[in-house]
């Protein structure tokens, strides 16, 4: 059968939540409570009927999760390439079937078979490093990011967190304009899926990627990273820390990679041209020791 998913079942919470029973114990006490977890179910993406990869994901926003995939995967090059057919619900989870030209469907076939594994030789092995690590062009795109507008973005992006109020265990990737408006948020029991459901409903909605920033509830690894650099965005902040290879990425990528960030600091790792300095006044900026100070959510 299929269905459009807008909403969980649960008529009570947040789309992607679901209510389970649950005994809390507290103080010797022991109360039976309905408890509002997160769904998290299979995601197949089906491309021109061959299927391609299946994602652990939170089943909400998943037009604009096929959408931002597609984007950020490289497996199309614009939002206009990629057609939707259906999005079903079956016994072992969702299917979403998608429709992309011939020649995209033909390069989809060789990055399968690179990624499949053959054993015997060395260059093999190094195809599948090449195949593994896709480092995109730099980003052509140059914004100018206040600290003041880092933390309005991070503070609206907590009060947007529905699913994560509810739940505790997911995270979220947001949109802010470059006064520091949070422009869309996306939720998702995986930190990738998160920021795909953004990009995707970004495209949705007309948000280019020059107008504003990134704000990310998780750590800044080489796929958030590379995510972001594929579809254009420039300046990407995330709560946690990033990862060797995600700086790498983002110095050879043009991409402002922020990590640790709070509203009384932040950490620059590369390209800190576009995140302006405190005005006279402010407070303190970023230094090593917010680092341990992190109270962030899991990565």
Request: aromatic share 4%; hydrophobic share 45%.
């Amino acid at each position: 059968m299929s269905r459009a998913f807008t909403h969980s079942g649960n008529p009570a919470g947040a789309a992607g939540s679901v209510l389970r029973p649950v005994e809390r114990w507290r103080h010797g006490d022991r109360r039976l409570l309905d408890d509002h977890v997160a769904e998290e179910v299979p995601v197949a993406f089906v491309y021109n009927d061959e299927p391609f990869a299946v994602m652990m994901a939170t089943p909400a926003d998943l037009a604009d999760f096929a959408t931002g995939f597609a984007l950020s995967e490289g497996i199309v090059g614009n939002a206009d390439e990629l057609g939707i057919e259906r999005i079903e619900e079956l016994i072992e989870g969702i299917e979403i079937r998608l429709r992309i030209p011939a020649a995209r469907a033909e390069a989809l076939a060789l990055r399968r078979r690179s990624m499949s594994g053959r054993s015997g030789c060395g260059v093999c092995g190094s195809e599948l490093l090449e195949a593994a690590l896709r480092y995109p062009p730099p980003v052509a795109t140059d914004v100018r990011v206040s600290t003041p507008a880092l933390r309005r973005a991070l503070h609206e992006l907590r009060a947007a967190q529905a699913v994560n109020a509810l739940t505790g265990a997911v995270h979220a990737a947001g949109w802010a304009s470059l006064d520091g408006a949070l422009q869309l948020a996306r939720e998702d029991v995986g930190r990738h899926n998160a920021l795909d459901k953004l990009i995707g409903a970004m495209h949705a909605t007309g948000h280019s990627a020059a107008g504003g920033f990134l704000v990310v509830t998780s750590r800044a690894s080489y796929e958030m990273a590379m995510k972001a650099a594929s579809v254009g965005i420039a300046f990407m902040a995330a709560i946690s820390a990033p990862t060797a290879l995600a700086i790498s990425l983002a110095e050879r990528a043009n991409l402002t990679l922020v990590g640790f960030a709070r509203e009384d600091g932040q950490a620059v790792y590369t390209h800190g041209h576009r995140l302006l300095p405190e005005p006279a006044g402010g407070s303190a900026g970023a230094s090593s020791s917010a680092k341990r100070t992190d109270g962030s959510a899991p990565a």
